[in-house]
């Protein structure tokens, strides 16, 4: 854990308790057990005898809370256990939809909508009693109608209005497909997260032969919505970026968008190069293996598909399809949203865990520490990287 003497010797803002809402009770619990084991080994002789420090090292720092649904589908959120003066973290994934809930007889898949309501609902039930709340979001919900272009809903910018207006103090989520949304609160603390480093980690983890220069490796963005994070990307391994434009036929709405006619590449030669295509979203999939594709045709060598969210909307069946062509060699994803179960049997699937990351900004913010501590990761990579290129000239 990054700068511990930063939270060594300050107190924490208030009891830490933490609240896994049905769609991230899993991550939730792995967050837990990394507290846990963070608080145990913390060097302050004052946790144990100063009474500011009372419910700091805890054996479990989640809270009993349930979300109930009526036989019509309404809903109440109820706590059962005192939240009275602590610092609560709510932590929801908007997009599991596996979980159902039965309506007049039929069985029910939870929506973003039915997720961010329940939200809602737990905030409601603090009833002011809670000292501060705290809304970690890693997707954050609506956020793909973030601007508006025609006479059409605002829903991302709304949403954290409403959240604003309910008292929450602070807001957390990753890679946000358009940051610029925090305009919308400009008041009100919005932190959004990026994870190149544990990308990079996993990815090297995963393949012991990568060699991360200029002449074997480059850092691709599929789209110039990404090409930012390509960018940044490509600097921290020392690599050339490069970008596919996406020309749209904008006289034909499908499915309430501009359908892709091509993707034109705009980059340096990748004859015989590993290739990362770094992106926000893997929805249906067909942009980002449309682009795999076509680096495979230009002679790319290997092709590693790196996703902060894999939703895969439309199942795995066009993966399984592209890799059997060797249109790509891996997919590195976070756990950050549900992944379907079927994806840890696929041999191309790399799993970027995130829950350790997760857990150490629960810890700083709750001492009010400075979040640099966890996330400038630039230096991490490198020292990463570095061990990473000792390592294979050893071997070789």
């Known amino acids: 854990m990054p700068n511990l003497h930063e939270i060594e010797d300050t107190m924490p803002v208030a009891p830490l308790k933490i609240v896994a809402l049905p769609s991230a009770r899993a991550m939730g619990q792995r967050i837990n057990d990394y507290l846990v084991e963070f608080r145990k080994t913390i060097q302050n002789d004052k946790v144990k005898t100063d009474p500011a420090f009372q419910g700091y090292s805890e054996k479990n720092y989640l809270i009993n809370a349930e979300t109930f649904r009526f036989g019509t589908g309404e809903a ?84 954290l209005r409403e959240l604003q207006h309910m008292g929450i103090s602070n807001f957390v989520t990753f890679d946000a497909h358009d940051p610029r949304v925090q305009n919308s609160i400009p008041l009100n603390c919005f932190d959004n997260v990026t994870m190149p480093y544990q990308f990079i980690k996993a990815l090297l983890n995963s393949e012991e032969d990568l060699i991360v220069d200029k002449e074997h490796l480059i850092v691709i963005s599929p789209d110039e919505g990404a090409l930012d994070r390509a960018i940044y990307f490509a600097s921290v391994l020392g690599v050339d970026t490069g970008m596919f434009y996406k020309r749209r036929d904008y006289s034909t709405i499908v499915n309430g968008r501009n359908p892709i006619v091509a993707h034109e590449f705009l980059g340096e030669n990748i004859d015989s190069k590993d290739v990362i295509i770094t992106d926000d979203i893997i929805s249906s999939g067909q942009s980002i ?108």
Do not use: W
Request: glycine share 4%; charged share 25%.
């Open 289 to 396: 293996l449309d682009t795999a594709g076509q680096l495979k045709e230009m002679n790319a060598r290997r092709i590693f598909l790196c996703c902060s969210f894999g939703l895969f909307t439309d199942g795995l069946e066009a993966f399984d399809r592209a890799y059997e062509k060797g249109y790509f060699d891996k997919v590195v994803t976070t756990d950050l949203t549900y992944l379907p179960p079927e994806l840890y049997s696929r041999p191309y699937f790399i799993e970027a865990d995130m829950s350790k990351f997760v857990a150490s900004l629960i810890d700083f913010m709750n001492h009010d520490a400075s979040l640099n501590n966890v996330l400038e990761t630039t230096e991490k990579i490198h020292g990463f990287l570095e061990a990473y290129n000792n390592r294979l000239e050893i071997e070789l």
């Open 76 to 159: 109440k959120a109820v706590f059962r256990e005192s939240i009275r003066g602590k610092d609560l973290f709510l932590l929801v994934d908007v997009c599991n939809h596996s979980i159902t809930y039965n309506m007049n007889g039929y069985i029910n898949h939870m929506s973003p909508d039915d997720h961010y309501q329940d939200l809602k609902r737990v905030i409601m039930a603090c009833n002011g009693k809670a000292h501060r709340i705290n809304v970690i979001m890693p997707f954050l919900y609506e956020s793909r109608q973030h601007k508006r272009s025609g006479r059409e809903s605002l829903d991302c910018a709304f949403a």
